[in-house]
């Protein structure tokens, strides 16, 4: 079974600029999780879909950060413009309906310069 | 405030020692809790999850959590240590029912040969 796929896998932006990052979640999993990774902390909830409708997404910062599922599937998180202080890794994960364990993607790892 | 404390930045064993990563939780009713592996430059990898039943949960690579309900404590803990086994740790909580999952801030564990 395939994993969670994300890309780009390394990116490097300046400030101000844009940058978007895909996720492709295991098949069928009906939930899907932008997670934000800063250096030596722990993974933070961005956002969370079920199929293609909003969760939660009181941390996404909104001024700056986008997400869309719109077909239920593939996943894209976008920032604009970024920031310094995005400089992280952007874990996609997902989870099967009716599961409790979610999987995660290698990340996508975010410098801004 | 629902949390996942992992008290602990690093931890260091011998090689062929028991180790042991501890972490605390606090989150109302009976939570999902869950252990997950990073390794450089890679994502999050799945070790072991406690659901109900039996307070010791065995997963992957040999490594085991004992849950604690008193203590709210789910410690991961190995036999024997291999220095392939050095990584970052995390431990996660799901909060009830939300399919919604907080993360600790990790332990760095490292197995000296």
């Known amino acids: 079974e395939a994993g969670v796929a994300q890309s780009p896998r390394y990116k490097i932006i300046e400030k101000r600029q844009s940058v978007a990052f895909w996720c492709n979640p295991i098949s069928g999993h009906a939930t899907l999780y932008w997670y934000q990774q800063i250096l030596g902390q722990g993974p933070k909830l961005l956002i969370q879909?079920?199929?293609?409708?909003?969760?939660?997404d009181s941390q996404l910062p909104k001024d700056r950060f986008s997400a869309e599922r719109l077909k239920g599937v593939d996943s894209t998180l976008k920032i604009q413009p970024a920031k310094l202080e995005d400089s992280a890794v952007y874990l996609c994960?997902?989870?099967?309906?009716?599961?409790?364990?979610?999987?995660f993607g290698e990340g996508s790892w975010l410098t801004v310069v | 405030a629902q949390s996942v404390a992992q008290p602990e930045d690093q931890v260091n064993v011998a090689e062929g020692n028991p180790l042991t990563v501890k972490c605390t939780y606090s989150?109302?009713?009976?939570?999902?809790l869950f252990w997950y592996v990073q390794y450089p430059n890679r994502g999050l990898q799945f070790l072991l999850k406690?659901?109900?039943?039996?307070?010791l949960v065995k997963g992957s690579y040999g490594f085991e959590a004992e849950f604690n309900k008193s203590q709210t404590s789910f410690h991961l803990k190995k036999p024997s240590a291999l220095v392939s086994d050095s990584a970052l740790y995390f431990c996660a909580v799901e909060i009830s029912g939300t399919y919604k999952y907080i993360f600790g801030t990790g332990t760095r564990l490292k197995v000296l040969a």
């Open positions: 879909f079920q199929n293609n409708g909003v969760v939660d």
């Open positions: 989150v109302s009713g009976n939570p999902y």
């Open positions: 994960a997902s989870m099967a309906v009716a599961g409790n364990t979610i999987y």
């Open positions: 406690y659901i109900t039943g039996d307070n």
